[in-house]
Nanobody, 124 residues
């Protein structure tokens, strides 16, 4: 599966942003989808994930209650609605797909396919 992330940009603290990730192929609903982020000089870290049918979700503590993940299997797309953004949210955001793991498996190694990343910059 090929993934194409979009929607990043430069915003101010407290603003909202919505990321999208479009997937190719007809087997999108067989993949757990996740979002990760990587700030300069830091390791890539888990942000959020959603189960194959979109029923279950999982969030990193740092974004819980601010970010919302969702997916539309008919459109082969996963979303990340980011609210109340903080400067610490500044990073390159990556969408990823896992064919064999569950939505609560949050390690980078658990994911098989990665998008190219989209930059999110939050100014104070």
């Amino acid at each position: 599966v090929q993934l194409q992330a979009s929607g990043g940009g430069l915003v101010q603290a407290g603003d909202s942003l919505r990321l999208s990730c479009a997937a190719s192929g007809s087997t999108f609903n067989t993949y757990v989808m996740g979002w990760f982020r990587q700030a300069p000089g830091k390791e890539r870290q888990f942000v959020s994930s959603v189960s194959r049918r979109g029923i279950a979700t999982y969030y990193a503590d740092s974004v819980r209650d601010r970010f919302v993940i969702g997916r539309d299997n008919a459109k082969n797309t996963v979303y990340l609605q980011m609210n109340k953004l903080k400067p610490d949210d500044t990073a390159v955001y990556y969408c990823a797909a896992s064919g064999t793991h569950n939505y609560y498996d949050i390690e980078v190694k658990d994911y098989d396919y990665w998008g190219q990343g989209t930059q999110v910059t939050v100014s104070s």
